[in-house]
């Protein structure tokens, strides 16, 4: 999931160098969303092994 989330956050920065704004802002939002996904996980892992 981590590994989604930098994919598409490099595709979003060489989308913004180039000039694709909308691109860029896409694959932006999908790596937000794919990071707190990540995040949520994480958590509930540490949590679920902790107890």
Same mark, same amino acid.
């Given at each position: 999931?981590?590994?989604?989330?930098? $994919? /598409?956050?490099? *595709?979003?920065? *060489?989308?913004?160098?180039?000039? /694709?704004?909308?691109?860029?802002? #896409?694959? #932006?939002?999908? #790596?937000?969303? +794919?990071?707190?996904? /990540?995040?949520? +996980? /994480? +958590?509930? $892992?540490?949590?679920?092994?902790?107890?």
């Amino acid at each position: 999931m981590l590994n989604w989330s930098i $994919t /598409f956050l490099v *595709i979003a920065l *060489i989308a913004a160098v180039l000039g /694709f704004g909308g691109i860029a802002g #896409a694959a #932006a939002g999908i #790596a937000k969303i +794919l990071f707190v996904v /990540f995040l949520v +996980l /994480f +958590l509930f $892992t540490l949590v679920r092994r902790a107890a």
